[in-house]
């Protein structure tokens, strides 16, 4: 059963540089969502998608795009890497919105601008 | 003031203990209220979910919630160093693209 799917688990960026963390889901869950967790901060939601074709933007989405061309796959692009983006994020999905659905989460993403 | 409020711990405990782990909100429009379990390295898990105010148990866990203090938390029976994780609180008052966690308490069980 795999779930949610993040690559790659770790990465590190210089400065300025950009790059594609992927997600893929095999739930054939509408919603998905890309997370970041920074210590001490909690889980922010950067975007999220609640189906193929239709994206939104979450609490700290500055620095970072997404697309939604299919059902599975919600990529999280960073464009010019700095510093301040370096965390952990976590792609994630739900078959619908609301409390009574279920989040799934990934293994995480741990990434470092330097 | 931060819109949910959570002791970061850490928290240690011996083995068999009772656990207590809280979280306070200010947004009285929450009416979603979730606990995660986050093993080191790994992504949040859902342990407990409750809507509204009330008790829920599921075997040694047991999650409450008062609206009207605004407070809820997680009890853990029987504590086991598999429960020894990351627990993190999370509300809304909507859908999960609302959902808003806390900081998360980092729990460590002693065999």
């Known amino acids: 059963n795999a779930g949610v799917t993040q690559t790659p688990k770790f990465r590190i960026l210089k400065i300025g540089q950009s790059m594609t963390l992927q997600c893929t889901q095999d739930?054939?869950?509408?919603?998905m969502y890309w997370y970041r967790q920074d210590p001490g901060m909690g889980l922010k939601l950067i975007y999220y998608?609640?189906?193929?074709?239709?994206?939104d933007k979450g609490e700290v989405p500055n620095g970072y795009n997404v697309s939604r061309s299919t059902t599975e796959d919600f990529p999280l692009r960073l464009e010019l890497a700095a510093p301040s983006q370096t965390s952990v994020y976590f792609c994630?999905?739900?078959?619908?919105?609301?409390?009574?659905?279920?989040?799934?989460f990934g293994e995480g993403s741990w990434l470092t601008v330097v | 003031q931060k819109e949910v409020e959570q002791d970061p711990g850490p928290l240690s405990v011996p083995e068999g203990a009772i656990v207590s782990l809280n979280c306070t909100y200010s947004?009285?429009?929450?009416?979603?209220f979730m606990w995660y379990r986050q093993y080191s390295r790994k992504g949040p898990e859902l342990l407990m979910y409750?809507?509204?105010?009330g008790n829920k148990e599921d075997g040694r866990f047991t999650a409450q919630v008062d609206k009207s203090s605004k407070y809820i938390s997680l009890f853990i029976r029987d504590s086991q160093p598999s429960d020894s994780a990351t627990y993190l609180c999370?509300?809304?008052?909507?859908?999960?693209?609302?959902?808003?966690f806390g900081t998360g308490t980092r729990l460590t069980i002693i065999p």
């Open positions: 994630a999905s739900s078959y619908g919105t609301g409390g009574r659905n279920t989040i799934y």
């Open positions: 999370a509300m809304s008052d909507g859908g999960n693209e609302k959902l808003t």
């Open positions: 739930m054939n869950h509408n919603y």
């Open positions: 947004n009285s429009a929450f009416q979603y």
């Open positions: 998608s609640v189906g193929a074709g239709i994206t």
């Open positions: 409750t809507y509204s105010s």
